[in-house]
Every structure is written in structure tokens, then in C-alpha cells.
């Protein structure tokens, strides 16, 4: 059964810190890896999709990075702003025809100016 | 664009009553997904759908209907809510293994 845990559990940095937030995952059968973003009370906002072919992707000060055969992905978050206060929440997509995103419990990330 | 819709966004039951949450995407997407979102445990998949007609269950689906009577809408059903269902509702769509694409959510109380 794939699990996905995601370390920490909260963060809190002053602004123009550089982050790293962790996930690892139990089964590299995953066919994309998906990180997200959720302010309080809202849905979630995708960021970045790394295909299991892939390494790494990148989006403005975001880059992820994804290592298979470690189970593990990391989200890199430069020069962090307040604005970037949300919680961040990672997804295996399981390979198979599963069709299923598997979510870790996410990192909570205060930045305060 | 108004991508993924739900409706209510907020609603309080008494146990044992019923309601139907709905979900509406116009993005033309193959797959619907809804989940629910508890303190601490992220997201769980209750119920998904492959395409209009079809539906599979997902991690938590006990206590839960689904119906995909039209491509553009999957409808999460509660035949006799209880306490432990209390929780945020999410709908999602995608086309197949790319980016889910979420709604604002629905917050349940069941008292």
C-alpha cells in the first residue's frame, strides 16, 4: 500500500529564507509526483508535476525534484516571501490504471517579514 | 473559467439525515474524483469516476454513493450522515494522470 509522508509537519522561517520540504513515498510504482498548494479555508492549487521519467521541475522560485528509487521528492522554495505562507501537500499518482492520487498530510509554512 | 464548482460550500446536518453534495467541471475532463480532508491525515480519496457512467471506490468509501450521470457532473451522496463524517469535501478532475484540478471544497458538520 503506497504512503506518502511528508516532513516537516510545520515551518516557520523568516522572509528571503531558501526552504527545502520533504516527502517520501513507499512504492516507486508511481507514475507522476504532484505538489500543491492550500491557503486556509480554499481548495488546492497545483504547482508542479514531475513524471516518473522526469527529475526535476521547475516554476519561478519553486523547483521539485523527484528520486525514485529513494522514494522521495523534495520541493525547493528560493528567497521565501510571506505570500508564500500555505500549506504544501505532495501526491504519488500511482502507476497500474489505479488513477489515484495518494496525498502525505502536508507541511504548514509560516514566512514572517 | 469557472473550472471546478461546488456546491453548497458550508452545511450542517443532524445525524441520520441525507443530502447530496454536487460537483461540476467544464473543462471537459474524462476523470472526477471526490475526497475528504481531516485535521492531520491529508486528503483520502472516497469515490472516483473514470467517465460518465462509471464510478470505483477509493480508500474511505463506506457510508458514501457516487453517481456520474453526465460527463460535467459527479455527485457525492450521504444516505444517513453521521458524527464521524464531519469533514471537508473536495472534488477534483483531470484528464488521465495529469494535474487534478480542485474545487473550493464543502465543509459538513454532522451534529
Known amino acids: 500500500k503506497q504512503e506518502v509522508t511528508q516532513i516537516p509537519a510545520a515551518l516557520s522561517v523568516p522572509e528571503g529564507e531558501n526552504l527545502v520540504l520533504n516527502c517520501s513515498f513507499t512504492d516507486s510504482a508511481i507514475y507522476n509526483l504532484q505538489w500543491f498548494r492550500q491557503d486556509p479555508g480554499k481548495g488546492l492549487t497545483s504547482l508542479l508535476l514531475?513524471?516518473?521519467?522526469?527529475r526535476e521541475q521547475t516554476s519561478g522560485r519553486l523547483n521539485a525534484s523527484l528520486d525514485k528509487s529513494s522514494g522521495r521528492s523534495t520541493l525547493y522554495i528560493a528567497a521565501s516571501q510571506p505570500g508564500d505562507s500555505a500549506t504544501y501537500l505532495c501526491?504519488?499518482?500511482?502507476?497500474?490504471?489505479?488513477?489515484?492520487?495518494?496525498f502525505g498530510a502536508g507541511t504548514r509554512l509560516a514566512v514572517h517579514p | 473559467n469557472a473550472g471546478v464548482t461546488q456546491t453548497p460550500k458550508f452545511r450542517v446536518l443532524k445525524t441520520g439525515q441525507s443530502m447530496t453534495l454536487l460537483c461540476a467541471q467544464d473543462?471537459?475532463?474524462?476523470?472526477m474524483y471526490w475526497y475528504r480532508q481531516d485535521p492531520g491525515m491529508g486528503l483520502r480519496l472516497i469515490h472516483y469516476?473514470?467517465?460518465?457512467?462509471?464510478?470505483a471506490k477509493g480508500e474511505v468509501p463506506d457510508g458514501y454513493n457516487v453517481s456520474r450521470l453526465k460527463k460535467q457532473n459527479f455527485l457525492l451522496g450521504l444516505e444517513s450522515a453521521a458524527p464521524s463524517q464531519t469533514s471537508v469535501y473536495f472534488c477534483?478532475?483531470?484528464?488521465?494522470?495529469?494535474?487534478?484540478?480542485f474545487g473550493a471544497g464543502t465543509r459538513l458538520s454532522v451534529l
Open positions: 477534483a478532475s483531470s484528464s488521465q494522470g495529469n494535474i487534478q484540478y
Open positions: 473543462m471537459n475532463h474524462e476523470y
Open positions: 514531475i513524471q516518473s521519467s522526469q
Open positions: 469516476s473514470v467517465g460518465e457512467g462509471t464510478t
Open positions: 501526491a504519488a499518482f500511482l502507476s497500474g490504471g489505479y488513477n489515484k492520487l495518494i
